[in-house]
């Protein structure tokens, strides 16, 4: 069966972004990229919200034509590319993205559809950004792995990750990670 793993990025203080979704303070270098590519030949597809869709779509296509693409992003976007896209958001009517053809739109019944998604043949799939929709997940019991990369930094106030989550559950740490920056990558799997 097929995972639900959430990227999630937390400051010190458990923020997963500044108050205006600010993630500038993630301690993001060569080898959080690398750590983060790693997972490409794990997931065959991505959940976003729309908000996070949006920024995603207004940028990752327009990476393979800029010839000042760096290779990182270049990998990146191709795994966009051919990845897909799964969209959660009950105003979105439509895509954007290049090719939406591999993109899919979930409006409402979400724990049924993706309990669906993840019967079906395929990749684990990634849920990146997006943090209501990640706290949604959380509170429907959707995410089998969390990876946590906490940065060095205190942020003192922004949005925390689990504000609003209504139910209490337990972590299995699998591992941890340190980075030369000082970042920690947690993987964690909910106790069931």
């Known amino acids: 069966m097929r995972k639900i793993i959430a ?3 937390l400051s010190l203080d458990g923020f997963a972004s500044g108050p205006n979704d600010e993630l500038d303070w993630v301690a993001y270098d060569s080898e959080l990229e690398s750590y983060s590519h790693s997972l490409h030949k794990q997931m065959d597809a991505v959940i976003w ?5 949006e920024g995603m779509a207004s940028y990752w296509p327009t990476v393979p034509n800029d010839p000042n ?4 992003a270049l990998e990146h976007a191709h795994f966009l590319e051919n990845a897909t896209k799964i ?5 979105l009517d439509s895509f954007d993205w290049p090719g939406a053809g591999n993109t899919l739109l979930i409006k409402d019944n979400l724990a049924d559809e993706i309990n669906s998604l993840k019967q ?5 799939i990634w849920l990146i950004g997006s943090i209501a929709l990640a706290r949604t997940f959380i ?3 959707l995410i089998d792995e969390f990876l946590l990369t906490v940065s060095p930094r205190v942020l003192g106030h922004g949005k925390p990750l689990f504000a609003g ?7 299995t740490l699998l591992e941890s990670t340190a980075l030369k ?12």
């Open 69 to 72: 693409s760096p290779p990182s």
């Open 181 to 192: 920056s000082g970042l920690l990558v947690l993987r964690y799997t909910p106790v069931r």
């Open 87 to 91: 969209v959660v958001s009950r105003t």
């Open 120 to 124: 079906k043949p395929g990749k684990d």
């Open 7 to 9: 990227l999630i990025h």
């Open 49 to 53: 919200g729309r908000k996070t869709y």
């Open 139 to 141: 509170e429907l019991d």
């Open 165 to 171: 989550v209504n139910r209490k559950f337990s972590l």
